[in-house]
């Protein structure tokens, strides 16, 4: 089992371009979800998908966008980077959203 | 909206002494409560989780928390901590509202040999 994958690893993108960030998981988790965090303001939920076609807006959703066309993949996409989206995204996976949260290893975005 | 509020930012403790992070929640009905750890360069990993039950939950590494309803807290709790639990620790909450599970902003402990 490979877990919960994110790529890529790192990125920087200039202000105004466009990305999306990759969350595959082969557990078969219904849920999946994608935080960002930062110093001093912990993990913030951007969104978060409780089975394939099903999507919902967490604390911080504006200017990222998501879907769920499958169990397995939960794609980020960032619409126009800006500075302030700067910061280590992770993603999740859990059977529901009472059980533990496996995370991926997280990805670092600069916008520059 | 409910809110998770860790009042203890940085905690400075000697290997030996007892342990005692704050998380208090702002949400009225059924929750489901959990304390993850973050060591360093490392992802996040469950350390308990708190549903229903005995409100004194055990967890990995002699870790435990207690679920005081009236006080909306769930604090953690180590009576002796090593070096190794240096680390960053998050409370989080999930509601019988909806499926979202929100973190607090986290407590970086630095255990000093």
């Known amino acids: 089992n490979a877990g919960v994958t994110q790529t890529p690893k790192f990125q920087v993108l200039k202000t105004g371009q466009s990305m999306t960030l990759q969350c595959a998981q082969d557990?078969?988790?219904?849920?999946m979800s994608w935080y960002r965090q930062d110093p001093g303001m912990g993990l913030r939920l951007i969104h978060y998908s409780v089975g394939a076609g099903i999507t919902d807006q967490g604390e911080v959703p504006n200017g990222y966008n998501v879907s769920r066309s499958t169990t397995e993949d939960f794609p980020l996409r960032l619409l126009s980077a800006a500075p302030s989206q700067t910061s280590v995204y992770f993603c999740?996976?859990?059977?529901?959203?009472?059980?533990?949260?496996?995370f991926g290893s997280g990805t670092q975005l600069s916008v520059l | 909206a409910q809110s998770v509020s860790q009042h203890n930012h940085h905690v400075i403790l000697s290997e030996a002494a007892s342990l005692e992070l704050g998380c208090n929640y702002s949400y009225g009905g059924t929750v489901n409560l959990f304390w993850y750890v973050q060591y360093p360069g490392q992802h996040l990993q469950l350390l308990l989780k708190?549903?229903?039950?005995?409100?004194l939950v055990k967890g990995i590494k002699g870790f435990e928390a207690e679920f005081i309803k009236s006080k909306f807290s769930f604090n953690l709790r180590k009576p002796s901590v090593q070096w190794s639990d240096t680390a960053e620790y998050f409370c989080a909450v999930n509601t019988d509202s909806g499926y979202a599970l929100n973190f607090g902003k986290g407590t970086s402990l630095l255990v000093t040999p």
């Open positions: 999740a996976s859990s059977y529901s959203i009472t059980e533990k949260l496996f």
């Open positions: 557990m078969n988790h219904e849920y």
């Open positions: 708190y549903f229903s039950g005995d409100p």
